[in-house]
Structure formats: structure tokens, C-alpha cells
């Protein structure tokens, strides 16, 4: 194996872990906008703090059933 493959092999493994780790935080932040919805928090509120659009907000944490 050369110096090339080496590098491509160890971006490889880095990707891998970034990915990991995106997906990680990724379900925190679902389950965390899940607990906002329930604690009577709006998509719209919740999108301001995120970034993210109130339709993703309210996609991913719809209103919990009455």
C-alpha cells in the first residue's frame, strides 16, 4: 500500500466517524424536539433556536395527540 492509498483509506475511516457522529446527534435533536412539543412548545419557536424550517420542526415533532 502507498502513501496515496493510505490517505484515502484514512479519510475513508474519517467520513465514517463524522457520519457516526452526525447521526448521533441528529436522533438527540429529534428526540429533544419531540420533548418540546409535549412541553407545549411551537415548531415555530423551536425552528428559530434550531435554524431549521417550522416544517421540518413540525415533520419531525408533530403536535402529541389530546
Known sequence: MDALDMEI???AKKRTRAEEAFKR???????LLVRGR????????????TGFTREWVAKIAPAPKS
Request: no cysteine.
Open 9 to 11: 483509506q484514512a479519510a
Open 38 to 49: 409535549a412541553a407545549d412548545k411551537g415548531p415555530s419557536h423551536m425552528a428559530k433556536l
Open 25 to 31: 446527534a441528529d436522533e438527540d435533536l429529534r428526540v
